[in-house]
């Protein structure tokens, strides 16, 4: 076995939902923790709140996709490429 998992912290894996507004209407994103630490810096780095930065990004991503996906996947791949530098 690799022990990718077993040699990790497990807090950056726990599942965190925050409550946010999107669009005026009052919802939660669950996301593991890695993913808000991500999020929280690159709203940092915009010079905006975190719930500001994820009701811009659904605003783009609704008018990227017709038929908008999952917006916590779409915020994990973000995270994902953001970390990567794409």
Known sequence: MCKALTARDARPFRK????????????????????????????????????????ILHQEAAEMYEDLPNFASVLRTLCLLHESGQ
Do not use: N, Q, Y
């Not at 669009?23 to 975190?50: N, P, Y």
């Open 16 to 55: 965190i939902s925050r409550p946010l507004r999107i669009s005026g209407h009052s919802t939660s994103i669950s996301l593991e923790a890695a993913f808000w630490k991500v999020l929280d810096a690159m709203a940092l780095a915009e010079g905006l709140s975190t719930p500001k930065l994820i009701s």
